[in-house]
């Protein structure tokens, strides 16, 4: 490993220090365990797996084994700087934590490595597709010829819609004399904007001949600075045929495609958006979704099952497409695409990594079918192709075809320590301070690209 690891490591141990001063853990303040039973602490992001794990599968192994599991749910930010603070202080008090590829950099050091723990258990590692591999279980630079975690929900966005209102024939008209072209889901990001301009009505007009108590807005994700707005505008970034950096270190961010980019994006964001979208974490935009608020929106396959909340407006009536292709892309690509996101687990090399293993195996192999029937999360290949899986929800017939074919697209995280700190936080920066008005598009670029060289540089990417 390069010498610069350690002294971005220290920087960071610093900073996250000073973050979480008031937040001293448990094992720092030596507090006692009320008795003798192992405990597994996990470190987990929110999402709709949070509630099964606590509701059914850790009481569950609890009653089983006799092992006591505490599980804490941070918000994402939040959530890596706490990991790295408690693996860079070698205090072994998470035991599982959930995996980002992003992330990883901040604590590889930490991480136990699963493949002896998989050889003793005799885990399936066949079920995990190369690409799903690759994308997440495996670190060839930081980690070589190791399993670093294992997938639970791979994952790439997707577009979703409104197909009761895309199908009314009222707007289907009004749309075509507008427009010129007929109301369908959006093959170019630019028809993905008359549909979202559309759609954008003030209370008291009419949906598919419904008057709003509410505002209805066009299109959305959660774009809160600069975590949300790097995952959503990523997607904007990758379609264009920009890859952020070559195997060369030399990046591509600073083509003017990408001030075309920044400026769809401030249009889009402005004239269709929520105003509340800024402030929303992860999958929060889906509650306007699924309470018909939103026409339609960036969905995060993870969040299907919040779109389609049988207590929720637009249960049974979702539609599912790829995201469109950027005109003029500098790839030639079909399809718009965006990073591969979503996650898994990865285990801390702790005392309790044996227990915190067999944890591990029980639900996400052992009990594989009932955690997707649960949480709509696909990883393993025999989730997809399982008929008591694909029978449990009427969403899946239009659902995974859209989800299957916008993967094959997704792009994966480089393996470097620092993709954070080169392409996801100053992407976010960038579109958030090209909006807001803090700098001009073109002097944002420019901090873009000096960052990324800057970090290169440092870390001996690049002389």
């Known amino acids: ?20 001063v008031f937040a001293v ?35 569950r192994y609890e009653e089983l084994t006799g092992v006591r599991i505490e599980m804490e749910v941070l918000p994402p930010d939040q959530l890596w700087q706490r990991m790295a603070l408690e693996a860079q202080a070698g205090s072994n008090y998470y035991d599982i934590g959930y995996h980002s590829p992003g992330w990883f950099g901040y604590y590889y050091e930490s991480v136990a490595d699963l493949r002896p723990y998989m050889e003793r258990n005799n885990f399936d590692m066949s079920q995990y597709s190369a690409a799903v591999q690759e994308s997440h279980m495996t670190n060839e630079l930081l980690r070589p010829g190791e399993i670093i975690a294992l997938a639970r929900n791979p994952q790439t966005p997707i577009y979703a819609y409104r197909t009761d209102w895309f199908a009314h024939p009222d707007e289907q008209a009004n749309f075509r004399a507008e427009y010129g072209y007929d109301l369908a889901p959006p093959e170019t990001w630019e028809q993905l904007y008359d549909i979202a301009e559309f759609f954008t009505r003030p ?11 509410e505002a209805l807005y066009g299109y959305s994700a959660s774009i809160s600075a600069p975590g949300g707005m790097a995952r959503a505008f990523l997607a904007i970034v990758y379609s264009m045929g920009l890859d952020g950096f070559d195997e060369n270190y030399q990046t591509d961010l600073d083509n003017p495609i990408l001030l075309d980019g920044v400026a769809y994006w401030e249009r889009l964001v402005e004239n269709t958006f929520p105003p509340a979208a800024a402030t929303w974490n992860f999958l929060e935009h889906l509650d306007y979704f699924r309470n018909g608020r939103l026409a339609t929106a960036e969905l995060w396959p993870e969040g299907v099952m919040r779109a389609e909340d049988p207590a929720g407006q637009a249960v049974g009536n979702v539609g599912y497409a790829t995201f469109p292709r950027w005109e003029g892309n500098l790839a030639d690509l079909p399809i718009g695409r965006s990073f591969l996101g979503g996650g898994g687990i990865l285990m801390f090399d702790t005392p309790r990594s044996e227990e915190a293993f067999k944890f591990l195996q029980w639900v996400y192999e052992e009990n594989a079918v009932e955690f997707t029937k649960r949480t709509a999360m ?4 025999d989730q997809f192709e399982n008929e008591e899986i694909l029978a449990s929800a009427d969403f899946y017939e239009t659902f995974l075809p ?23 936080t100053p992407v976010g920066e960038f579109a958030a301070d090209v909006i807001s008005g803090v700098m001009t598009p073109e002097a944002a670029q420019q901090r873009l690209v000096n960052n990324m060289n800057t970090v290169f540089r440092e870390e001996g990417y690049i002389d």
């Not at 490993?1 to 979480?20: D, H, P, S």
């Not at 859209?402 to 996801?424: H, K, L, N, S």
């Open 1 to 20: 490993m390069r010498e610069g690891k350690t002294k971005q490591r220290a920087t960071l141990l610093v900073a996250v220090a000073t973050l979480f």
């Open 25 to 59: 853990s448990p094992a720092f303040a030596g507090g006692a365990r009320e008795d003798d039973r192992v405990t597994i602490r996990i470190a987990e992001h929110p999402g709709p797996h949070v509630q099964p794990l606590e509701e059914y599968f850790i009481p």
């Open 203 to 213: 209370a008291g007009a009419t949906v598919a001949g419904e008057t709003l108590n």
């Open 378 to 381: 696909f990883a393993r290949n």
């Open 402 to 424: 859209a989800f299957g074919e916008q993967m094959a697209y997704g792009f994966p995280r480089q393996d470097i320590a620092e993709w954070g700190a080169v392409m996801y």
